[in-house]
């Protein structure tokens, strides 16, 4: 059995004092062991790092771009390995590891564009032969701490663009399924990064800690939870860093009585248990507007969840495949045990399914609860599992205020076929990526990607033009040159 270890200053480093078994979530089998880097290796990582900044710092932007359109040729031609690892660590069905792998390409081909995304702003004459210019230079060593859910797609949203603005990268990705992350940035040196520029360290809250407390780290991307992602911004902006912690999410989508209720429900299908519900974009709950549209709803989805299929990853034909480990799979069940038990209605349970072959699977099936209330446990957190509460209310702004009122604002969606409502909906709500009809608004790559509330610490999104921000800091720089003769003498004031 392999044993994934770490890649510092472009080799592959073992560090195997502590191990941690990663699985195999369709069979339940253990697929590979996975290092824990001690402090030690966190800090070799940082040492190379901040080794390569110097010379990475002044090489020219459009040669550092270069090496992005060559990585970008790389995924591609390595698609179906990496899709592969994704599945074989994650349980993601292929077809839906290969969307997620298309959406991290999107992020390198922006990167690709950086010579233009760091012009800066230039003004000429501010004052008399005074000229004024705003450049953008990059922070030194720079940390990315990610997710499992999106092993290829979230560590993209972060160190293509870190590297294209002339940072170095310690990553450290989530030791659940680390390998595909780990061949994604071997790719990365394949095309040309130099060594120290680019590092992964895998592990745990050793190596974590490591990169927070480090003097040398500047700046520290965190995916994940809403409590690590609070611990992350408070121990980093501690230490003086610029945080961005981006955390969970309950994303609510509102069912309008007019709305077409077969594509709510093929939208909702997809958008709920896709991945199987384990997206931090993933609807998880539908607010259906008056009983009419709640029972319609409802009635419509118990016919399409009979139909959902749920298997392992390699088979094409099945619509999502495990969750990720076992004890998720526990955890996803009790959340249904505790709806049942404060009264709300399951209207189709998942709980128990059996995978012919793939019996000791990490599998929970597609479940439907009704008549959920704000104060329920499995209203108030989030689930991240193939699980759609659905909540009546009477009007549209008692769904508003729902939404309102709920500690995360990731994700929203309206569904109508009033467009003034939907136009009032996206004005006044308060969440950070809003959908109209459109069940997952995930931003595309030259928009930026954040919740509001508790499901962003920070001020700054990821990817897109904010990411060009968050891993630069602004200089400005303005300048005279006089000419033999000219003196003005002290001033004392600013000139009026
Ligand atoms: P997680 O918070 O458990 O882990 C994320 C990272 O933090 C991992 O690298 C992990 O090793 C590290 N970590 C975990 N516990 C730690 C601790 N005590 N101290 C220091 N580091 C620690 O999250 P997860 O289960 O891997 O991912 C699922 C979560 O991520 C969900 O809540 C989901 O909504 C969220 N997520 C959010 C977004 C977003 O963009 N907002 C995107 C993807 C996932």
Not at 120 to 144: C, R
Not at 170 to 183: A, C, F, G, M, N
């Amino acid at each position: 059995m392999t044993t994934l270890g770490h890649l510092i200053n472009g080799v592959r480093v073992d560090d195997a004092t502590r191990t941690q078994a990663v699985y195999n979530p369709s069979t339940g089998e253990v697929a590979s062991r996975v290092s824990l880097a001690s402090q030690a290796t966190v800090e070799a990582a940082i040492e190379a790092a901040q080794a390569a900044f110097p010379a990475w710092r002044n090489t020219p932007p459009a040669k550092r771009a270069r090496v992005m359109y060559r990585f970008k040729q790389l995924l591609e031609e390595h698609a179906e390995e990496i899709c592969r690892l994704i599945g074989l660590e994650h349980g993601k069905i292929t077809h839906d590891a290969k969307g997620e792998l298309q959406r991290g390409i999107e992020n390198v081909e922006y990167a690709c564009g950086v010579p233009e995304l760091l012009k800066g702003e230039h003004s000429k004459n501010v004052g008399p032969n005074i000229d004024s210019w705003s450049e953008f230079q990059p922070l030194g060593v720079v940390a990315g701490i990610t997710p499992f859910n999106f092993p290829a797609m979230v560590p993209l949203w972060m160190y293509p663009m870190a590297i294209a603005t002339g940072n170095t990268f310690v990553l450290k990705p989530s030791e659940r399924d680390p390998t595909s992350t780990l061949y994604i940035a071997e790719l990365a040196l394949e095309a040309g990064l130099p060594a120290g520029v680019l590092n992964v360290v895998n592990g745990d809250k050793e190596a974590v800690d490591t990169l927070l407390d480090a003097p040398r780290v500047q700046a520290v991307s965190f995916v994940g939870s809403t409590p690590i992602a609070d611990y992350i911004y408070g121990r980093a902006s501690a230490h003086g860093k610029r945080c961005q912690a981006l955390g969970g999410a309950k994303n609510h989508a509102i069912v309008m009585p007019d709305a077409d209720m077969d594509n709510v429900v093929d939208s909702l299908t997809g958008a709920a248990f896709g991945s199987s519900g384990e997206r931090c974009m993933a609807l998880s709950v539908a607010v259906a507007v008056g009983d009419a549209a709640a029972d319609a709803l409802v009635t419509k989805m118990r016919e399409r969840l009979a139909t959902l299929k749920v298997g392992p990853h390699f088979d094409e034909s099945n619509d999502f495949g495990p969750v990720i480990t076992q004890a998720h799979q526990e955890k996803v069940c009790g959340y249904i045990d505790s709806a049942e038990a404060q009264g709300a209605e399951i209207v189709v349970d998942g709980r128990g399914v059996q995978v012919p072959g793939f019996e000791n699977g990490f599998y929970v099936g597609g479940t439907l609860i009704d008549r959920v209330t704000p104060e329920m446990t499995c209203y108030l957190e989030e689930i991240f599992g193939p699980v759609l509460l659905v909540v009546r209310v009477d009007t549209m702004q008692e769904a508003m205020t729902l939404i309102d009122d709920h500690e995360y604002g990731n994700g929203t969606c309206i569904y109508t076929r009033d467009g003034e409502a939907a136009r009032y909906f996206s004005d006044h709500i308060q969440v950070g990526m809003v959908g109209i009809n459109v069940p997952l608004p995930v931003p595309v790559s030259y928009h930026s990607f954040g919740g509001w509330k508790r499901s962003l610490f920070g001020d700054l999104s990821a990817y897109g033009p904010d990411a060009v921000r968050f891993y630069t800091k602004r200089k400005t720089i303005t300048q005279r040159w006089p000419s033999a003769g000219v003196r003005e003498g002290a001033q004392f004031s600013f000139p009026s």
